[in-house]
């Protein structure tokens, strides 16, 4: 009896889980303009916040914090600096190292975005606050078993 009801309460996360992803998977795939007449997708404009948020990153670094692969951040930086969203700057203390920092376009689309993430960061903010500690832990402990198990399926 016990596992019927645990099996009801996983059937319905897991229904709800699946609804998320595959909209967000609708979402990922839509390209959208951030404040200029360039069409960005998803992936530019997160690696442009990414770089918004840490000026002067380097390529290595971007991917680690974005968790995607050197030649995937490399490709996107690529588009970018074609639409003149990124700079690439070589590094003063290190002839090798090339240093990412956003064009005054790509600074207009980085605060465009935060924006646009303004819309849903109240409602999350809200459910935190109102949340205890340990929910939080539980929320922020299913997320990281998610992504173990990403990272487990990317590596196959």
Known sequence: MESDYIYAKFAAFDTIFHKVMNKMKRIEQKPRYFGTDILLYPSEIHTIDAIGKNPGINVTDLAVLQGVTK?????VIRKLVDKEMVVRMKDEKSD????????????????SHQKFHSRIDPILLELIEEADEEKIAFMVSVFKAIERFCDQVLEE
């Open 96 to 111: 090798r190292e090339v240093l990412l920092m956003l064009s005054p376009a790509g600074k207009i689309a980085y605060t």
């Open 71 to 75: 030649g995937a951040v490399s490709q």
